[in-house]
């Protein structure tokens, strides 16, 4: 098989440990630090919003075909435009992910831009910047060149960060193309940087101070010799019948391409007819588009099986007969849910299409009613759970249908990974399998438990399966979304070196702010955000757990939800007898006392608002559904229970605070402006550090200015904010006092002051 790989020259590790020099002697070097440096990649600082970016010259988009003929037109049209008996023709993938621009002046990348309405996009640069295969300044005599093509995410980065999302709990990215986009509009280019995207060029846009390409042959080379990335693969084509020949050697190898693809774009290669040709409203005249149909296989389902996930949540998988679909070999694909299967009205034995959701995962998408013989077997959700066999149930506002068992392994296994997944305590090397193994060999009953395991135990544990625990990965260490490797962790034992790199983030995972806690701790339905958002409402963990915030919320919403059902102006209790109706109507009176006493209360403290034009509807900063599972949480024996294993270990994480009531204000950083450089100590990295001055009041920006309060300074500072904040006289302080200011324990290192 033809294979197209981007084969990077060095691997991230090497990336990472080559940029730490570079990073640490531009400190030292100050004047050898250059706008094009790779240190300049990192640390663009989070935006509110994107500023927009107006394109010089129109961001066209392709007008589409679907059929062989409709390109035979589209030949016949050029070729009538420009009076030309046959005309040349350019071929390459087109790939699906999304238009932008980069600007370099005099070389130096300045600005890249999304392709928008094409008059305006939005400003990108920070983001895009992160892209590491995108040359922040190119070998030009140009004043100005705009290159363009599309930002994608290459397919294997998908899986793995869709797995990631699964793993947490998160509404995973339908396709990559999502996810493209998603990650580039991120208002955080530190979080962009953690996405795994890349781009191609194809394109230009102004040319200013060199020769304009006569050819688009001539300008996928000259972009070549910028060391811009350009297409693995083009076609120059003699007339339509190569172009026809072209398409169809490009179809057979689609899936070979890293990134996803969805058709061919066929231009013509003679730039100076360009103008000639001329554009419709929408698309210029010289290039086409052409789809391919979305790739189905036609398989059989053998059996349908049951995972159970981390909130106890049943999801049947489809056994199929392997069948080879868009490039890789199908075996499983999601049923979603018991309704679901009802409405295709699946069968055990059915004839299927599948399809490759977003080309990638796979999906049931119709029965072939035809192909039945009669023997196929319907097929109910179980009464009782797959793994521990205790009664499942299915709440009347679900589809889904649930292990009630808080202690059946799956469930663990499935906890266990959503305490170590990356928004939480992001203990890397600790996925499935490893959790799985843990489990099943006894050695942990609660992810707490992890803080007590001896790592003789973690580099001798077997990681052999002797069992499926049902969640989205089988037991042979093969996701739902075929062909890719779970995890890196390979052989029978998991070896010294993997379980010291568990051991250290677990140690790490101590010091981590109270939002990646109350994340990780899974309260069903609390995300990453919203656990984010609650350590800005709470000092601390302890002050969480017993939070008058979200009883008060809890209480709040329980009384509106009660008045709402007494309502007398409601049809419902306008149609009770007259005894019933009165009762009503004392009852929503006494609530309604209640409700604005306590409203207000919460309205004067900022923890709730009033509902405009009702003066008896308020809404809370945490939202009903948060309150009311974080309020069960804590009063079930797993959360009692979490809540003393994090005392035990003279655990409580910090968090925010200024809003609550019940926490003290006027923490240190309360109001504050500061900037972080260098490292800090016992695994706190810069952006926890920030979190934690940001939950405590404080605003950490990026660069010293004179409205900047301190600049904390960690190991290896970065010389251009110590200079500045020499020059401007600002004042600094170490990691021992900003960790005293944050109420964290001091480090077990001191880090010095580098000034
Ligand atoms: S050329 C004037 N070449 O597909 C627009 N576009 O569906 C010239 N696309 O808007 C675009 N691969 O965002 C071109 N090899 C390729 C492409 C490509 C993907 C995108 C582009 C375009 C969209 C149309």
Same mark, same amino acid.
């Given at each position: 098989m033809y294979y197209i790989k981007a084969e990077p020259e060095i691997s991230d590790f090497e990336f990472d440990k080559l940029l730490e020099e570079l990073i640490s002697l531009e400190t030292k070097h100050p004047e050898l630090a250059t706008p094009d440096s790779p240190t300049q990649r990192v640390g663009g600082r989070p935006v509110s919003e994107f500023k927009p970016f107006e394109?010089? &010259?129109?961001?066209?988009?392709?007008?589409?075909? !679907?059929?062989? @003929?409709? #390109?035979?037109?589209?030949?016949?049209?050029?070729? %009538?435009?420009?009076?030309?008996?046959?005309?040349?023709?350019?071929?390459?993938?087109? &790939?699906?992910?999304?238009?932008?621009?980069?600007? !370099?002046?005099? @070389?130096? #990348?300045?600005?890249?831009?999304?392709?928008?309405? %094409?008059?305006?996009?939005?400003?990108?640069?920070?983001?895009?910047?992160?892209?590491?295969?995108?040359?922040?300044?190119?070998?030009?005599?140009?004043?100005?060149f705009e290159a363009r093509g599309e930002i994608y995410m290459p397919k294997a980065g998908f899986l793995k960060l869709t797995e990631a999302q699964i793993e947490r709990g998160d509404e995973p990215f339908k396709n990559p193309r999502n996810a493209a986009a998603g990650s580039i509009k991120l208002l955080d280019p530190a979080m962009t940087a953690k996405r795994p995207l890349d781009a191609l060029l194809y394109g230009a846009g102004i040319i200013d101070g060199i020769p304009d390409p006569p050819t688009h042959a001539a300008l996928t080379e000259m972009l070549r010799g910028f060391g811009l990335p350009v297409q693995p693969r083009t076609w120059f084509c003699h007339g339509m019948a190569e172009v026809m020949d072209a398409i169809d050697e490009l179809e057979k190898m689609r899936h070979d391409f890293p990134f996803e693809m969805d058709g061919a774009v066929i231009k013509v290669n003679?730039?100076?007819?360009?103008?000639?040709?001329?554009?419709?409203?929408?698309?210029?005249?010289?290039a086409r588009a052409y789809k391919y149909a979305p790739e189905q296989a036609e398989t059989v389902i053998e059996a349908i099986t049951v995972q159970v996930g981390r909130t106890g949540v049943l999801t049947p998988v489809a056994e199929l007969r392997t069948v080879r679909l868009a490039g890789s070999d199908i075996s499983r694909a999601t049923l979603h849910n018991e309704d679901e299967i009802r409405r295709k009205d699946i069968r055990i034995g059915d004839h299927v299409m599948i399809e490759k959701a977003g080309e990638v995962i796979p999906a049931v998408i119709a029965v072939l009613p035809g192909k039945r013989t009669g023997s196929e077997i319907e097929f109910a959700m179980p009464s009782a759970c797959p793994v521990c066999g205790e009664p499942t149930v299915r709440n009347a506002d679900e589809v889904a249908i649930r292990c009630t068992n808080f202690l059946c392994p799956a469930q663990l296994v499935a906890r266990v990974q959503h305490f170590a997944s990356r928004d939480a305590l992001d203990i890397e090397g600790l996925g499935e399998r490893v959790a799985a193994a843990l489990v099943d060999q006894n050695l942990i009953s609660n992810p707490m438990d992890l803080f007590g395991i001896p790592e003789i135990l973690l580099a001798t544990l077997n990681l052999e399966p002797s069992g499926s625990y049902g969640g989205i990965n089988d037991n042979t260490g093969t996701s739902l979304f075929q062909g890719e490797p779970v995890e890196s962790v390979s052989g029978r034992v998991l070896g010294e070196s993997n379980a010291k790199t568990i051991m250290e983030a677990i140690s790490r995972g101590k010091n981590l702010p109270l939002g990646r806690w109350i994340y990780a701790i899974g309260i069903p339905g609390i995300g990453a955000k919203n656990a984010r958002d609650l350590a800005g409402l709470h000092k601390d963990f302890e002050d969480f757990t017993k939070s008058?915030?979200?009883?008060?919320?809890?209480?709040?919403?329980?009384?509106?939800?009660?008045?709402?059902?007494?309502?007398?102006?409601?049809?419902?209790?306008?149609?009770?007898?007259?005894?019933?109706?009165?009762?009503?109507?004392?009852?929503?009176?006494?609530?309604?006392?209640?409700?604005?006493?306590?409203?207000?209360?919460?309205?004067?403290?900022?923890?709730?608002?009033?509902?405009?034009?009702?003066?008896?509807?308020?809404?809370?900063?945490?939202?009903?559904?948060?309150c009311r599972a974080i309020h069960k949480f804590f009063n079930s024996d797993y959360g009692r229970d979490f809540l003393a294993r994090m005392r035990e270990l003279g655990l409580n994480p910090v968090g925010g605070g200024r809003k609550s009531a019940s926490a003290p204000t006027g923490s240190f950083f309360d109001g504050k402006t500061v900037v972080i450089t260098g490292t800090f100590h016992d695994g706190l990295d810069r952006n926890a550090a920030a979190e934690l001055i940001t939950n405590a009041g404080g605003k950490v920006v990026d660069s010293v200015s004179k409205n900047t309060d301190y600049l904390i300074v960690g190991d290896n500072p970065g010389a251009s904010k110590t200079n500045k904040a020499a020059q401007l006289g600002t004042k600094t302080m170490d990691e021992a006092e900003m960790r005293q200011n944050l109420a964290l324990p001091p480090a077990s290192t001191q880090s010095s002051l580098l000034l």
């Open positions: 394109h010089v &010259i129109r961001m066209q988009s392709l007008e589409n075909t !679907y059929a062989r @003929g409709e #390109l035979e037109e589209f030949d016949k049209m050029a070729r %009538g435009l420009v009076e030309a008996d046959s005309l040349d023709y350019f071929v390459e993938p087109k &790939i699906d992910g999304l238009a932008f621009s980069l600007h !370099y002046t005099d @070389g130096l #990348l300045v600005a890249a831009a999304t392709r928008g309405n %094409g008059e305006v996009g939005d400003e990108i640069t920070a983001n895009v910047r992160t892209i590491r295969t995108i040359p922040l300044r190119i070998p030009t005599d140009a004043h100005y003679n730039r100076s007819l360009y103008k000639k040709l001329g554009s419709t409203a929408k698309a210029p005249r010289w008058d915030i979200i009883a008060d919320a809890k209480r709040l919403y329980d009384l509106m939800e009660e008045a709402d059902a007494n309502n007398p102006n409601t049809q419902r209790v306008r149609a009770l007898d007259i005894a019933a109706r009165v009762e009503c109507a004392d009852r929503y009176a006494r609530l309604s006392e209640e409700i604005k006493a306590l409203g207000s209360r919460m309205a004067a403290n900022g923890t709730a608002k009033s509902v405009k034009g009702s003066a008896l509807k308020y809404t809370a900063d945490v939202k009903p559904e948060a």
